[in-house]
């Protein structure tokens, strides 16, 4: 990754590693996802797809509270049930908060998360083939770009390894 996207990132670094220390079970999703496998691309927000356990979501909420004017006190865990669609909650920046994506949740997409270190934290986020996978079907012209650069960073990837 070059170091724009490491800039990029780094607008989003704060609150990934305040999910991060508090134990949150998520794995980004989105733009910010595309970035990390290597698609330099400048997201507006991030997305996250969280474990919708009781606990985990009070984890969620818990640091949540605390970003920026904490616009988020007023959500409960009942309020992200396992259903498609998001939660956004918009502080210094736009997060969209997926319990449910395509019908599967955080530990259907486990298998192949990667991680990706930054500054003050690592954190997990989906491959470049489920990126694909969420992807494909849509009918908007930038995420078919997006399909077309995780298809691109597959073969760059498989040519690296010979």
Known sequence: MNSSANEIISLFEKLLADLTA???DFAVVGKVALFANGFDYLPEGLDILVSDSQENLAKLLGV????GEGFARELTPADFPR???FIRITEDFPLDVFTLMQGRTLDDFRPQF??????SCSFLHLAPEQLIELK???W???DQIDVAAMKEII????KAKG
């Open 64 to 67: 949540l509270v605390r970003w």
């Open 155 to 158: 073969e760059r990837e498989r």
């Open 114 to 119: 990667r991680r990706h270190g930054v500054t």
């Open 83 to 85: 259903q498609e669609g």
């Open 140 to 142: 908007r012209g930038k």
């Open 22 to 24: 508090a134990g949150v």
């Open 136 to 138: 494909q079907r849509s």
